[in-house]
């Protein structure tokens, strides 16, 4: 099956700053990723699908790039909610498989 | 609005079986392939299995093949998980999701714990 590595584990930033998110696939999956939040106690939402769009009424501060093998989330001008758990997720050959998740702190 | 509601979790003792259900509201659920994916406490999501829309393709990760049995109801717009031979490592929340490949929509999740 497909390896997800998001890198790094856990990510420091302050409110207002970018945070940048990686995802590596351990083979191309041209860009066929998804991006999720998942709050605690809460299900994921996905943010991002096709690598680089935008699920419908997600912030125009969340972006997504890459293909093949090295995907990035970017989330510019963080504020408070959106220090929580991302996963990313491959779903060109199944199983599908996520990432192991990055936590973005304070 | 898009709801998504599992139940059918609990306490059941290894060797055991469950049966999960999942009730959507709000989109096309006979359009959608359906899944159910999984996280053990603390850890990350893991999918579990998948169901055509049409009910006629089914696939399982290998950790579950043989001893879960995915299936629905169109009419009911309702999504089912047979758990049989449930094993300790089982243990996790439940969440039924929508989508062919990413998934658009979550339920809220249910828990199954396997212990004695």
């Known amino acids: 099956e497909i390896v997800m590595t998001q890198s790094p584990a856990t990510l420091s930033v302050s409110p207002g700053e970018r945070a940048t998110l990686s995802c590596r696939a351990s083979q191309s999956i041209s860009n066929n990723v998804a991006w999720y939040q998942q709050k605690p106690g809460q299900a994921p939402r996905l943010l991002i699908y096709?690598?680089?769009t935008r699920a419908a009424g997600i912030p125009a501060r969340f972006s997504g790039s890459g293909s093949g093998t090295e995907f990035t989330l970017t989330i510019t001008s963080l504020q408070s909610d959106d220090f929580t758990l991302f996963y990313c997720q491959q779903y060109s050959i199944w199983p599908w498989t996520f990432g192991q998740g990055t936590k973005v702190e304070i | 609005e898009v709801q998504i509601l599992e139940s059918g979790g609990g306490l059941v003792q290894p060797g055991g079986s469950l049966r999960l259900s999942c009730v959507a509201s709000g989109f096309s659920f006979s359009s959608y392939w359906m899944h159910w994916v999984r996280q053990a406490p603390g850890k990350g999501l893991v999918w579990v299995s998948r169901?055509?829309?049409?009910?006629?393709?089914?696939t399982y990760a290998d950790a579950v093949r043989g001893r879960f049995t995915v299936s629905r109801d169109n009419a009911k717009n309702s999504l089912y998980l047979q758990m049989n031979s449930l094993r300790a490592e089982d243990t996790a929340v439940y969440y039924c999701?929508?989508?062919?490949?990413?998934?658009?929509?979550w339920g809220q999740g249910t828990l199954v714990t396997v212990s004695s």
């Open positions: 999701g929508a989508g062919d490949t990413w998934t658009d929509y």
């Open positions: 096709g690598a680089s």
């Open positions: 169901i055509k829309n049409d009910g006629r393709v089914t």
